[in-house]
């Protein structure tokens, strides 16, 4: 592209804009996508099917910001016992109807299809919204069923509240000088009812990377094989709705972390600030525990040592909160050895994603850790591949991961339409 071509450009680039705008007002003005005399609805919610929403709830406006709605809808959501999902759904009336709030629950299986989860929500929101469209016109055209449900028999659980999952996955990528093989599996196993909540799971990881290097100078291969597994089971008692007490059991190896055989056991008690019935929207968690640990070492490691066996102290600290103006977290967890308190790692992890002002919001999370607990590292020293390569943990006192992003976006505030017409064309 030469400078002379810019001009015309820049123009085409004016027409077509200014072309798209007026048409889309044409067509904006000659069909039905924002309906007069009804409901402005937000939706807050992650990973929800929204064009579903739009597709099958016509009898609102859906808007891009909360201040615009006559309700804003919070959905949050939490795993049941069987594995399924429990959605809880806030409706926070505004505007006129400010002060006025639903809460209405959905219940999912685990075997549910993306399509069955959008349904099921899609029936309880329309029911949910039935209360604030009757203040409007536009409930002359609307109109209630009732599909009788037939009689069911009580069935006995043969599993007694029990569920089972395997997963088996493997990964494979490569190109002429590089080749990475991974094969990964998983068994779970748990129980949930309001007194207990008993989850047993273990996991096989096996990564096999290899890397060639043909030049005219020299010839060049090395292989990194990563391999870890691991046990860990735990058991919850609800000792009522603020107290709980329990233990927690772990064993592992990783070639990675220097560790032939690890086990542990922890007993641990939690007080919750909040009742744990509020948990999907706020919780304030106090987790702590002491436990033994011991360590069977690959390699002899800095502390001249082949085993180790120590006792330890744990404490995570949790807090949740999900608003109308967006969400909030925070956790730290912290353990040191009981008979050297210097040997300690500490590690905070914050999220917040704020609505600031109408169509500007902003979102933060990372992770950072102070490492002072590392009595596993070999006293051997690490070949410069295996330091390249990161094929085993080397010695560290911090390390931190952070992702931010601000969005800002203005226009029309109506958001009724789809059309997946020419979707992810690049």
Known sequence: MTRNHLPFIICMSMFLVWDSFLFGQTAENQSDTVRKNSANIFIDCVDCDQDYFHDQITFVNFVREPKDAHVHLLITSQTTGSGGTEYSLLFIGQKQFSGQTDTLICNTNQDATPDELRKAQVKVIKIGLARYVAKFPLSGFLDVSYNAPQKQAIVEDKWRSWVFQIDFGGYASGEKLYSSTSLWSTLSAQKVTPDWKIEINAGNYYTDNKYYSDTNYKKYYYRAIFRDNSITHKAVKSLNSHWSAGEGLSVSTSNYSNTQLFYSIYPLIEYNLFTYDQSTRKQLRFLYGIGYEHTDYIN????????????????????????????????????????????????????????????????????????????????????????????????????YNCNFGLTYSFGSIYNNVVNPRFGGYY
């Open 300 to 399: 002899t490691t800095i502390y001249n040592k082949l085993h180790d066996n120590k006792f330890g102290q744990k404490l995570m600290i949790t807090f949740q909160l999900k608003q109308k103006w967006g969400s909030i977290a925070f956790t730290t967890r912290s353990f040191n050895f009981l008979d050297d308190f210097s040997k300690h790692n500490i590690r905070l992890q914050p999220s917040i994603n704020w609505r600031i002002v109408k169509g500007l919001s902003v979102s933060v999370s990372g992770t950072v850790g102070w490492l002072r607990d590392q009595i596993y590292l070999p006293i051997e020293n690490m070949t410069y591949e295996e330091i390249l390569l990161k094929q085993k943990q080397q010695a560290t006192s911090y390390f």
